[in-house]
């Protein structure tokens, strides 16, 4: 896909879940009903985000064009406008604070995803090198086992 159509799809995901929201928002009786639809939305914006972040790590090229540029400002735009637009159509509909709590927990349980992936990579890194000791360990044996065997060979040899 090229950088203007990957934001592009970005952008339509994240359209679709404000789309979404405020279509089932007067009929929700809760927030676990419109919740696929926050999901969404926070994806799409995540995906404008990289789309517009991996750009600006690029060379000279396509994204530097005026329809580049402008497309990724619009939509970075729009996508801020529309978030807070649905934030206070949660807080009108759920009460004050909801989406700030929806927020909260969100950001809270991306941390813990991160730090979980940490752990899980220390706890790998440190089984290898509990395998790595185990098998120098083996290594240290079997090679003073290997000395022995052969002094003791040696003075076979000798004593014969």
């Given at each position: 896909m090229e950088p203007i159509t990957t934001a592009l799809a970005g952008f339509a995901l994240f359209k679709s879940a404000v789309d979404g929201i405020k279509g089932a928002i007067g009929t929700a009786r809760d927030v676990s009903e419109i919740a696929g639809h926050i999901d969404a939305l926070f994806d799409g914006e995540k995906q404008v985000q990289q789309e517009r972040n991996r750009k600006s790590g690029m060379g000279v090229g396509d994204q530097l064009g005026v329809k580049s540029v402008a497309t990724e400002i619009i939509n970075a735009r729009l996508a801020k406008e529309q978030m807070q637009e649905i934030a206070t159509m949660v807080d009108l509909r759920f009460g004050h604070g909801t989406w700030k709590?929806?927020?909260?927990?969100?950001?809270?349980?991306?941390?813990?995803?991160?730090?979980?992936?940490?752990?899980?990579?220390?706890?790998?890194?440190?089984?290898?090198?509990?395998?790595?000791?185990?098998?120098?360990?083996?290594?240290?044996?079997?090679?003073?086992?290997?000395?022995?065997?052969?002094?003791?060979?040696?003075?076979?040899?000798?004593?014969?």
């Open positions: 709590s929806i927020t909260e927990e969100r950001a809270r349980r991306i941390q813990a995803a991160k730090e979980a992936a940490l752990q899980a990579r220390r706890e790998k890194i440190r089984q290898q090198k509990e395998f790595e000791d185990t098998i120098k360990s083996v290594v240290l044996t079997l090679s003073v086992v290997m000395v022995a065997f052969g002094f003791f060979v040696f003075l076979f040899m000798v004593v014969l």
